[in-house]
């Protein structure tokens, strides 16, 4: 997550949140114009990572392999006469 937004894997924006609530609960700040100022944040955030969720695949691709690459054949599927294969692995717990 960091290649895509730093933020969202540092603590800096729950504790800027918190710290808005604490103003709330202060009486320093309202709790509409909090959450709007939040939402507009996490909206941007979302539509940046929108924008560079590719990012996300090359990670992904360079951690994991293929289940087509970790299995082995066994049959044909009765539809598509595709081979089926069998993963040979515990579950990870």
Request: aromatic residues 8%; positive net charge; proline residues 3%.
């Amino acid at each position: 997550f960091q290649l895509v937004d730093n933020e969202l894997v540092i603590p800096r924006v729950r504790a800027n949140i918190e710290n808005s609530c604490s103003l709330i609960a202060s009486g320093k700040a309202q709790c509409e114009q909090v959450v709007h100022h939040v939402l507009k944040i996490f909206r941007e955030k979302f539509m940046y990572f929108e924008k560079h969720v590719d990012l996300m695949d090359q990670l992904f691709e360079s951690t994991f392999t293929s289940l087509e690459a970790s299995g082995r054949p066994l049959s044909r599927c009765g539809n598509c006469n595709k081979y089926l294969c069998v993963v040979d692995k515990k579950p990870v717990r």
